[in-house]
């Protein structure tokens, strides 16, 4: 029997071995493995995030432009779904069984324990219809959230519109702060200023019970934040001349840019063909997007900011502006109208100076002017001379805001182009190409592009005497004022008293006897404007129309650029159309014998292009 | 010199301590399980009999007091007692298994509760001490390893009678716990092969669920083939042994689909299912193992203090204050708490067998074996279940779980060996 006493050791050691096991298996759920901690915290803590109220967008004066209103989203909760009459449920709801359908299944995969939308973006009327019978159906609730709603029907390029995050944004680290089912800016000032609108969000951590049931705050609140509301933009636009603007332009493409050149607040601005903001709000808008993508005419492209076009004659502005700097021409410089060097747009007295030039917007003229800028000697070779001219106006060229950003306060903007040496030797070869090459930039056409924004931005310039603001939308971030960076001084490198040559001819386009520009004259009640008319060619059809101008010529208050797609000459169409513009914010109305071109302007831009024909 | 001075004496105390620290770590566990922030303790002070007695805590409270009379009373009783009356309370023990079954109304599934007025008794917790005491007895008039086949036989009888009462009234998890005798046995001269024998067919079980049957068959083939290269003395003198061996194995392996799919109740079998795989379904079956890892697991290594588990808090664990009583451990008291427990349990085994084998008696060293066996059983089970090595079986944790049949039970078996025991010098004396 004693031998037995030892299987005693054999029982003991059985004991100690589990006993092992375990220390061991515990040791690593609960030392070593970290994750049981974290899903520990997903269990109980709940976070619930306030979303800030978003900040409001007022206009020029004041009135509300674009603010919140509760909307209401239908959300489900799977499981809490009993007994479903799909078919009352439907009838109720008014969406077809299919719907309801694919609804509830998308909602399961996310999660079959927490809320998920079925239908978003119930009105409160909608809401109110269904309300009281929604008792009736288990599982399914209303929250209640804010949406965008619109007080204007005009600048939805501007504004821009506000969306959920897509998953595509979600991957990004731009977005990390983001979950499924925010809303953001998605494009134009919405965007741009997403952070100053948005705010802050709050989060609460709570703790819950395995029901869900709420069991106080985590910590005591040690990790929660109060939501900061989004601040408020007060915009400079103009309502009255934005929806002006955009009644002219109808029927239209193209854009109308205006500007305050004294600040760079941005008055106008008008895409063509427009839409309602509100379009891309509320129930439906993806369906309405759809459309709008669709549309031929590119409604949605926003043509001011990412359009680029050929300025035209304006530029020949430019040009005389950098000769007149480089002292190569002087104001009272004549040269003959010689259609030799380039045709010139009609027959017209002899350009003894600068300002009979410039009324008469004479091409072989201008062509002098900047062949007398390019080729100053600097090089026996005529290539490298050109090449060498080139770069020194590039220089002057760029200094004007164009070929680069003017930091505008819209995402998606476009630089344009000014071409350089670099640029005409990879498309000819180094020393092969000269001033015969290259002459059609003396006259705006041919590779330079400019946006219609950085057009305005030109006629700031001139309206000026040789300095601008950055155009911009927003003159105050809640009380704060504008962007640090609206309030600097950009010069050109062109001196004042150069501008101050140029203006007497860009007023003789618009006043003159005979000037391209007569139709956008205000002189009738009292105010004297400076322009500039441009015919752009359009390889891909009729010429564009355009015009710039600022008035009054003597203390200018409003800088002005038009580009019409396909309306051909820039005087008959372009330039009335800034004239009614300019007055109707000059004076507040239009005087009534100008009245009638409100009703011939609005309409198709082809009327412009047979009207032309037929004279 | 007196009954009582003498006894008072000899009582072993240091079993006492640990079972005192057990009870005592057992109630605070109970009561942070159910606690609720929103019934402050002070609601205690204000509360007449039935609102006490609403809290859980509190009525084990009264359990643990009604431990202390049973405790007295079973060190009055004369030691001797329990050697006789062994087969009157197990023949006691069977009637009352039996009135259960005809009796008892199903809770949750089974049919093992005898509703006393208020109180609800599960007599499978008292077949266990009734059990242990009636073969102590049967061992004590034979030798194991000498007597008869029909001897050995009747000793089997006496295991599997109360457990297949057991199984008849749904509460396969109380039946499992009879075979830890076979731990007794053992120490009392069983073939060691027995032990070896169930050890590996459990292996090959187990093995036949995890990997692909084809592999198994192959492999066995293998290590018999092996068997006969290298000894060649199995092959001329064990061949039928060899090939019989053999051909079981294989039984098992695809028997054991059989079992599964046609014998286990589908519950048992996804509690199985789990165990194998506990991501499978972690909001349906998985739930309680996957809430109980989480609980333990999220304890760290000091816990996240006493009455601040969230997941024990907030009803994430499932019977968190009976049968997974051990994830509030976790919880609140880290890897220290739960090892302080596995160390208690350890020092009581380890007690209980020095005690054992300090006995003249046979008798009172199997009952010996026989609680620390049981007391192990339910240790490996319960704390196996809820750190995901074993099934989820309903059994609790010994001391530490709440209720009360559960309590006195193993309160009976562990100090009727301290009776037993404390009589042990007395026996010298006579």
């Keep these: 029997m004693q031998y037995l006493e030892g299987r005693k050791f054999v029982v003991l050691g059985i004991f100690l071995a589990v006993a092992l096991v375990f220390a061991v298996r515990l040791f690593h759920i609960q030392v070593l493995d970290g994750s049981y901690k974290l899903a520990a915290d997903k269990n109980t803590l709940q976070r619930i995030v306030q979303t800030p109220y978003r900040g409001v967008i007022y206009d020029r004066n004041g009135q509300i432009l674009v603010q919140n209103t509760p909307v209401y989203d239908l959300m489900v909760i799977p499981r809490e779904v009993k007994k479903l009459d799909s078919a009352r449920f439907c009838q109720l709801l008014q969406m077809p069984l299919q719907e309801l359908r694919d609804g509830l299944r998308a909602a399961k995969t996310y999660s079959r324990g927490k809320a998920s939308p079925l239908v978003q973006n119930l009105s409160t009327q909608e809401l109110a219809a269904i309300q009281d019978n929604l008792i009736d159906f288990p599982g399914f609730s209303i929250k209640p959230r804010m949406a965008r709603s619109y007080k204007t029907q005009n600048l939805a390029h501007a504004l821009g519109y506000v969306g959920p995050v897509s998953p595509t944004m979600l991957e990004k680290p731009k977005y990390a702060k983001y979950v499924p089912g925010d809303f953001l800016g998605i494009s134009g000032i919405e965007s741009y200023y997403e952070k100053e609108l948005m705010g802050r969000r709050g989060v609460q951590y709570r703790m819950v019970n395995v029901r869900g049931i709420e069991k106080g705050a985590f910590r005591d609140g040690e990790f929660d934040t109060l939501s900061v509301a989004g601040q408020d933009l007060h915009l400079s636009i103009d309502p009255e001349l934005q929806k002006y603007g955009e009644f002219l332009m109808q029927g239209k493409k193209g854009s109308v840019v205006a500007i305050d050149p004294k600040t760079g607040e941005i008055l106008a601005f008008v895409s063509a063909p427009s839409f309602d903001p509100a379009m891309l709000t509320?129930?439906?808008?993806?369906?309405?997007?759809?459309?709008?993508?669709?549309?031929?005419?590119?409604?949605?492209?926003?043509?001011?900011?990412?359009?680029?076009?050929?300025?035209?004659?304006?530029?020949?502005?430019?040009?005389?502006?950098?000769?007149?700097?480089?002292?190569?021409?002087?104001?009272?410089?004549?040269?003959?109208?010689?259609?030799?060097l380039v045709r010139c747009t009609h027959r017209?007295?002899?350009?003894?100076?600068?300002?009979?030039?410039?009324?008469?917007?004479?091409?072989?003229?201008?062509?002098q002017v900047m062949f007398a800028a390019l080729r100053q000697g600097r090089s026996p070779s005529k290539y490298e001379d050109v090449a060498i001219g080139l770069t020194e106006w590039r220089k002057h060229v760029t200094s004007f805001g164009l070929a680069q950003h003017l930091d505008v306060d819209l995402p998606g903007e476009r630089m344009g182009l000014i071409p350089s040496r670099n640029f005409y030797d990879k498309r000819y070869g180094h020393h092969r190409w000269t001033y015969k090459t290259i002459y059609s930039l003396s006259i705006g056409q041919g590779e330079v592009q400019v946006t219609p924004l950085q057009m305005a931005?030109?006629?700031?310039?001139?309206?000026?005497?040789?300095?601008?603001?950055?155009?911009?939308?927003?003159?105050?971030?809640?009380?704060?004022?504008p962007l640090?960076?609206?309030?600097?001084?950009h010069f050109t490198s062109v001196d004042q008293r150069h501008f101050e040559d140029i203006i007497p001819g860009m007023q003789a386009v618009v006043d003159g006897r005979g000037g391209t520009g007569n139709y956008a004259s205000l002189l009738d009640v009292g105010i004297s404007v400076a322009g500039k008319t441009g015919t752009v060619q359009n390889p891909h059809g009729e010429d564009h129309a355009t015009f710039g101008a600022f008035a009054p010529a003597e203390d200018p208050r409003i800088a002005i650029s038009v580009f019409i797609e396909n309306a051909g000459f820039g005087g008959s169409s372009a330039a009335p159309l800034a004239g009614l513009m300019m007055e109707k914010y000059l004076r507040g109305k239009v005087a009534p014998w100008r009245q009638r071109w409100e009703n011939w302007l609005p309409g198709s831009a082809d009327r412009f292009v047979t009207h032309r024909n037929r004279r | 010199m007196s009954a009582t001075v003498r006894y008072s004496r000899s009582i072993d105390w240091v079993t006492l301590l640990i079972y005192i620290l057990m009870v005592g770590v057992g109630l605070l566990n109970v009561y942070a399980a159910s606690y609720s922030a929103e019934v402050p303790f002070s609601r205690v002070f204000s509360a007449d009999w039935s609102g006490l007695m609403a809290f859980n805590w509190f009525k084990q409270l009264v359990w643990l007091g009604v431990a202390v009379v049973l405790i007295v009373v079973l060190v009055v009783i004369d030691y001797k007692a329990y050697d006789t009356f062994a087969y009157v309370l197990y023949g006691g023990m069977i009637v009352l298994l039996l009135l259960t079954l005809v009796v008892a109304r199903p809770i949750a599934g089974s049919r093992s509760w005898l509703e006393l007025g208020p109180m609800r008794l599960q007599p499978a917790e008292f077949a266990k001490f009734t059990t242990a005491l009636a073969v102590s007895r049967f061992m004590a008039g034979i030798n194991l390893r000498q007597q008869a086949f029909k001897q050995q036989l009747v000793l089997a009888g006496l295991t599997l009678l109360p457990p297949l009462l057991i199984i008849a009234s749904n509460e396969t998890g109380q039946a499992l716990v009879f075979g830890a005798f076979l731990l007794a046995y053992f120490r009392e001269g069983m073939s060691p092969l027995i032990l070896l024998i169930l050890a590996a067919a459990g292996i090959v079980l187990i093995l036949s669920l995890l990997v692909p049957k084809l592999w198994l068959v192959g492999a066995f083939t293998v290590i018999l083939a092996l068997v006969f290269v290298f000894n060649t003395r199995v092959l001329r003198h064990h061949l039928p042994l060899a090939l019989s061996t053999y051909a079981v194995v294989l039984g098992m392996v695809f028997g054991v689909d059989f079992f599964y799919n046609n014998v286990l109740q589908p519950h048992q079998r996804k509690r199985i299912e789990v165990l194998l795989n506990p991501s499978a379904d972690p909001l349906g079956v998985g739930w309680n193992v996957t809430q109980s890892k989480i609980a333990i697991g999220s304890g760290g290594l000091a816990g996240k203090g006493f009455l601040e588990g969230t997941q024990t808090r907030f009803d994430f664990v499932p019977e968190q204050s009976t049968d997974f009583i051990f994830c509030t451990v976790g919880e609140e008291w880290g890897w220290l708490g739960t090892m302080t427990v596995i160390v208690l349990f350890m020092s009581l085994l380890g007690r209980v067998i020095f005690v054992a084998e300090r006995q003249k008696s046979v008798f009172g060293r199997t009952y010996g074996y026989c609680v620390a066996s049981i007391i192990f059983f339910h240790f490996c089970v319960?704390?196996?279940?809820?750190?995901?090595?074993?099934?989820?079986?309903?059994?609790p944790l010994p001391f530490f779980s709440y209720g009360g049949s559960s309590l006195w039970s193993f309160t009976i078996l562990l100090f009727i060996l301290l009776a037993i025991d404390a009589y042990r010098k007395q026996d010298l004396v006579r």
């Excluded at chain 1, 359009?307 to 005389?320: H, I, M, R, T």
């Excluded at chain 1, 003894?352 to 091409?363: E, H």
């Excluded at chain 1, 931005?457 to 809640?478: D, E, K, Q, T, W």
């Excluded at chain 1, 640090?484 to 001084?489: C, N």
Aim: hydrophobic share 35%; proline share 8%; net charge positive.
């Design chain 1, 457 to 481: 931005n030109l006629m700031c310039i001139f309206a000026n005497r040789g300095y601008y603001y950055a155009p911009h939308f927003v003159r105050s971030v809640g009380n704060g004022g």
């Design chain 2, 382 to 395: 319960n704390i196996g279940m809820t750190i995901g090595l074993a099934p989820v079986v309903g059994i």
């Design chain 1, 348 to 367: 017209h007295e002899y350009p003894a100076n600068l300002t009979l030039a410039t009324k008469n917007s004479c091409n072989p003229y201008f062509y």
């Design chain 1, 484 to 489: 640090p960076r609206f309030r600097e001084k």
């Design chain 1, 282 to 340: 509320g129930k439906g808008s993806g369906n309405r997007y759809m459309e709008l993508l669709r549309d031929t005419a590119r409604p949605l492209f926003d043509r001011p900011l990412a359009a680029a076009y050929s300025p035209g004659s304006v530029f020949k502005l430019v040009n005389e502006a950098i000769a007149l700097q480089e002292g190569v021409v002087t104001p009272q410089t004549g040269f003959p109208c010689n259609w030799k």
